[in-house]
């Protein structure tokens, strides 16, 4: 059982999408639970991610979202960050490694390792598009996530 929990902590770490089917018997019960995880780390390079500040009032935004500093002026909010909203390529600062909620007031932000092309997003006036090559080359450096 040790080995089981073991390999099934090692798989949620590395990322990617996992379903988990968790049976347990209590006294005759049988409960079952699924257990969708999807993150945009990919595990083929190590990865950082740290959590920020949202902002108060936003969209549910997928994993893949490349995300910016807020900025005050031309100083950047320590801790904070938002999904970036055009194809612009300044500030980019990672990659939103788990969906989050509507106005969900924290996100962990993948700022090194790698990930699937296919995810990163931008959020655009009618929802997310698709990163463009300058983002995804941003993305490489100097941010350092690798796709």
């Not at 900025?71 to 939103?96: F, H, K, Q, R």
Request: net charge negative.
């Amino acid at each position: 059982m040790k080995k089981l929990l073991q390999f099934l902590l090692v798989s949620m770490i590395g990322g990617g999408f996992l379903n988990l089917l968790f049976t347990s018997i209590v006294q005759g019960v049988t409960t079952e639970a699924e257990i969708d995880i999807n993150t945009a780390a990919d595990g083929r390079h190590p990865h950082f991610i740290t959590t920020y500040t949202l902002p108060d009032v936003h969209p549910a935004w997928p994993e893949g979202t490349i995300m910016v500093a807020v900025m005050d002026e031309n100083t950047p909010v320590p801790g904070s960050a938002t999904a970036l909203t055009s194809t612009a390529t300044s500030n980019i600062i990672g990659v939103l490694q788990r969906r989050v909620a509507e106005n969900e007031t924290s996100g962990n932000v993948m700022i090194h390792g790698s990930c699937p092309a296919e995810i990163l997003k931008y959020i655009g006036a009618s929802g997310p598009v698709d990163a463009t090559p300058g983002q995804i080359a941003v993305l490489r450096n100097p941010v350092g996530i690798y796709v």
